[in-house]
């Protein structure tokens, strides 16, 4: 199974493309990820990318393209997630190739239905422990000490440079003008389905489980 989670930043792909590592054993493939690794690491790509992801634009095709294509060779038999990958219509056809020579092609799309307004609150305001990566919001789930991990304990967290309020609405600008029209492409081959992506969590959980179910 190679999926796609669809939907503008902060409808939360990472989220859910982590619950399902956990539950079906699959393997998440995140292009932000693999930048923000890039960029911490300082490798060619990361200082290529650092000024266009401070600015909420998009990173070239042939640049995430090509990361998306070294892990698919590390995947072996497990499902992909991919998640923030494709954004443009070039990604999805560079997908489509990149999967159809390794024998693997697309089972599902799953966009993930949000209301913008409430995305720049979401984004705003989240971070996450800098010890074990645990997610975490300012008002909707602050750790229950305040300044102490939940998970690990540890009171170091950080937050991404791009999530703030000027760079949220470039993120989305973007996403309207060149993720979103990918969509009639994958519906055309039946691929798409919808899920809430405000309702709770677990309830999108359960939401995507069901559509993988069937
Ligand atoms: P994300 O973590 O998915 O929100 O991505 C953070 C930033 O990384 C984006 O705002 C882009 O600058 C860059 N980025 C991530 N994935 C892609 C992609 N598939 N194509 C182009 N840029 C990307």
Redesign the pocket.
Known sequence: MDIILLGP?GAGK?TQAARLETSRGMVQL????M??AAVKAGSPVGLQ?KA??DA????S?AI?SALIGERLDQLGDSGAIF??????AA?ADALDLLLEHRGRSLTHVIELVVDEDALVERIVGRFTCGNCGAGYHDRFKPPVVAEVCDVCGASAFKRRP?DNEDTVRT?MI?YRAKTAPILPLYEARGLVSRVDGMAEMDVVSAAIEAILAR
């Open positions: 930043p990472g995140s292009t932000g990820d930048l923000r990318a266009v992801m909420g634009e998009l990173v095709d995430v998640d923030g990958y494709p954004r443009t990604q791009d993120r973007e």
